[in-house]
Nanobody, 120 residues
Framework: VQLVESGGGLVQAGGSLRLSCAASGDVFSINAMGWYRQAPGTQRIWVAHITRDGVTKVADSVKGRFTISRDNAKNVIYLEMNSLKPEDTAVYYC???????????????WGQGTQVTVFS
């Protein structure tokens, strides 16, 4: 599986961005996917995830501001980010979670990341 993120950029505090993550390759193996972020000098942390059936969960730090969604037909997941704050500045990564499909194991995959910078 290959994951390619896009949509990052420079935005003023209070603004919005929508990130996309397009999957290709063994997409039949994709079940849950998620977004993570990593600020300079910190560990990568979980932001949100979504199952193939559309069940979502987001971190408390972004709840009410970020929304995760997916389009299974296009093999794309999105992260709609509103009311952005400077502390949201980070590289955002898309992740395909490990899964089993018809008895075969498919590992985690990560995208290359997309930079989001929020200035005040």
């Amino acid at each position: 599986v290959q994951l390619v993120e896009s949509g990052g950029g420079l935005v003023q505090a209070g603004g919005s961005l929508r990130l996309s993550c397009a999957a290709s390759g063994d997409v039949f193996s994709i079940n849950a996917m998620g977004w993570y972020r990593q600020a300079p000098g910190t560990q990568r942390i979980w932001v949100a995830h979504i199952t193939r059936d559309g069940v979502t969960k987001v971190a408390d730090s972004v709840k009410g501001r970020f929304t995760i969604s997916r389009d299974n037909a296009k093999n794309v997941i999105y992260l709609e980010m509103n009311s952005l704050k400077p502390e949201d500045t980070a590289v955002y990564y898309c992740r395909k979670y490990e899964t089993y499909y018809r008895g075969d194991y498919y590992p985690n995959y990560w995208g290359q990341g997309t930079q989001v910078t929020v200035f005040s």
